[in-house]
């Protein structure tokens, strides 16, 4: 299971790369900075919250995780 200090460094650092992505596409289509940059920072506030609680959401489903055993060598 992940600890709560990596999901947060996980999420922040996804938002950093995809809020340059939304913020780069909506300089292109509209060719306005101040606006580009409005609608990356609103993106990044909404989706950093949702992500972060999309990823302790998964923390607890079992699906897919094997139970490894520690071998002990006698």
């Known amino acids: 299971m992940e600890s709560t200090r990596r999901s947060v460094a996980k999420a922040l650092s996804w938002r950093l790369l995809a809020t340059a992505i939304t913020t780069a596409l909506v300089y292109a289509i509209t060719g306005k900075g101040d606006f580009a940059a409005g609608i990356g920072l609103a993106d ?31």
Do not use: M, V
């Open 44 to 74: 990044t506030s909404i989706k950093l919250f949702i992500y972060f609680g999309h990823e302790r959401l998964w923390n607890r489903i079992p699906y897919g995780r094997k139970d490894e055993q520690p071998e002990y060598f006698i």
